[in-house]
C-alpha cells in the first residue's frame, strides 16, 4: 500500500468511526396543523411557538412546520382524523370539535356549569384529567397534551335583554355543542350559520341571538356594535385547547425528542393561557371604549337554574348511555366537589375583598 | 514507519477528528438550592421536576443536582447571595425573601391588594412584567423566571373575630413583610415568632394571630385546631415562585441547553401552581372535616378599608424614595387597570353564577 493508498484506509476509517457520534442528533421533520388560520391569534401561535422551542432544544434537528386551516383546508372535525392517519404527526385544536364522533372528547374542552381553569389543571394534572384523556383517545390512536386554556367564554350576544325563560322560547340563536342542546332544552330555536355570515344575520334579525367566544375574539366580528346585551358565560368555563399527537409517531421518537415535546406543550399551555387572557382583557377595554352602553348581563336566576337543569339532564342522558362518558364526568363532578369550595374561599373571596376596597 | 505505527497514527486520528462530534453533547454539572427542605411538598417538588425533564431531554448530559433547606442550611434570604456567588448555579424560592436587600423584588411574588394569578402572569408574559423582574435581577447578576403559583394565600388564624378596627389595635400577631408594615399602621403589634414556636405561642395566647400561607401549609401546623377563625387572603393574592439562575453560568450554555432550561422552567411553572392549588383543596376539604365549625371570615368592611388605605401608603412610600420601586408599581397598577375588569366579568361573574344554581 503506498502512502496515498494509506492514507485513504485511515481517513475511511475516521469516517466510519465518526458518523455513529454524530448520529445521535437524529433528524426528525414533522408536520402540525392547527384549527385556525395562521392570523387568528393567539391561538395561532401554538404552533410557531411549539417549532422555535423544539427546534432550539435540539439545535435545529427537531423540526415541526405547521400549517393554519386556510393552508390545509380541513373542516375542525377533521383535524382528529388528520393526526390519526399521519397526514400530519401533530395538531392544535380543540377537543369538543369532534363531539360527533366521541362526545366523551367535549369534557376535555369544557363543560356547561363545569370547572374553571385553575380547577381543571387541577383535575388534569391531580385528578385522573390527563390519564382519562389518553385512555379515550387511545381508541384513535392519538395522545391528547393542554394546550392552553381560553378562559370563560361569554354566554353571547343577545338583541334583546333576557328577562324570562319565556323570553327563550322560540328565539333563534346560533349556538353549537352542548350549550345548543341546553338551550333546545329550553325551546330556544337553535341554528347554525356560517361565521362569515353571522354579522349579517344578527344586523338584520335573521337570528336574535348568538354565542361566539369572548371579547378576544368577538371584537374582530364586530358583534359589540350592534347587539347591546352580552351575557356573561356558564357553557363554557374554561375551554381547554389541545395538542394531539400521532401516537406511532410519538413513540418511534428518541426518548430526549419525547420529553422535549412533552415539555414544550406543557409550557406553551402556561403562555397560551396567558395570551388568551391578555387578548380578551384589552379586547373588552376596546369594546367598553367603543360602545360605552355596552351591558354585560348575568341572566336572571329562574334561567340560569333552568339551564343548569337542563344541562343536568343532557349530561345524564349521555353518562346513561355511554360508558366511559360516565367515567369522565363522574371524574369531573368528584373533583369539583373538592375544588370548588377552595375556590371560592380563595379567588372568589378576594375578588369580593378587592370589590369592597375599590368602592 | 511500520504496520504497528501507522496503525497507532491512524488510531490517533480517529479520535482526533471523533472527539469534536461527541462533544457536542457538552457536560454540564449544575447544584440547585431550595428555599425549602426536600419533603415541603409541593414546593420541593420544583428540584426533582427540573432535574429530570432536563436530564431527559439532553440524555443525561445536563445534571442538576438539587438541595433542600435541610442541608444547604441556609437562611431564605440568603439564597439570592447563594445563586449570586455562584456556590448554585440555580435556586428555587420567593423574591419577596430579599425585601431587606432590594424592596422592588417583593412585586415579583405578590403584593397587597394586587392581582391574581391569572392576571399576573397576563402582566409577566405581556405586561412587561418579565422584562422588568430581569431589570430589577441584573444588578445582583442573576436570571428570575416563574417558578409556578400558591395562588391565594389566607389572611391568618385569630382566636377572637374581628368585627372592628378597635380589634386590631394591641393584637398581638405574626405577620411578615409588606403586609406586616400595613397591619403595624394599624396598630397591631407585629412580633416574629421562629416557626416551631408558633403552634405553642397561639395556643397559649402569647399571639393572639398569626399569618401563615394556604390551607396546604397551614394543615401541616395544626393551627385550625386550636383557631377558630380562618380569614380570607387580601395580602398575598397570587404569590408567585421563582426560579433564580445564575446569569455567567446561563450565558455559557450552549443556546440549545438555555432553551432546554427556560422551556422546562415555564412548564414547572404550570404544574407547581396545579400542585399548590390541589394541595391547598384537598387540606381545606380536611380542615372542614376535622373542625366542622371552622369559620372563614372577611374582614368587615371598615377594616379592609383601613387596610388597603394603609397598604396604598405603604406602597406609595416606597416608591417616592425608590425609582425602580415606583417604576415596577406603575406597571402593575396600569396592567390591573385592563385586567380586572376582564377577571371579573369573566371568572368572578361566572363564579356567582355557578352560586345561584348551587342553591
Redesign the interface.
Known sequence: MNRLG?ML??LA??ML??VP??A??QKVRWKLAMSWTSTLEPLSQAGPWLAQ?VS????GNFEIRFEGAEKHKAALGDLLDMVRGGQFEMGHSASYYWKGKDVTTTFFTTAP?DM????Q??W????GGLELMQKVYSKFDVYSFPGGNT??Q?GGWFRKEITSLDDLKGLKMRIPGLAGEVFAKLGVNVTNIAPGELYTALDRGTIDALEWV??GMDIKMGFHKITPYYY???QE?ASELQFLVNKAAFDKLP??YQ??LT??M??I???M???N??A???A??QM?AELPTIN?M??P?PV??A??AASDEVLEGYAAENAEFKEVYESRKAYLV????????????????????SE
Not at 432550539?56 to 439545535?59: H, V
Open positions: 494509506r484506509l485511515c476509517a475516521v468511526l465518526a457520534a454524530l445521535q442528533e422551542m432550539d432544544m435540539t439545535d356549569f374553571t381553569a385553575a380547577e389543571y387541577g388534569y394534572y391531580y385528578g378562559g370563560v361569554m369572548g371579547p356573561a358565560g356558564w368555563p426518548k430526549s420529553t422535549v415539555t414544550a406543557q409550557a399551555a402556561l403562555k393561557t396567558a395570551a387572557f391578555e380578551n382583557a384589552r373588552w377595554e367598553k354585560m348575568i341572566f336566576e340560569l337554574k339551564m343548569k373538592t375544588a370548588r369550595p377552595w375556590t371560592k374561599v380563595s379567588e372568589q373571596y378576594y375578588l369580593e375583598t378587592a370589590d369592597v376596597v
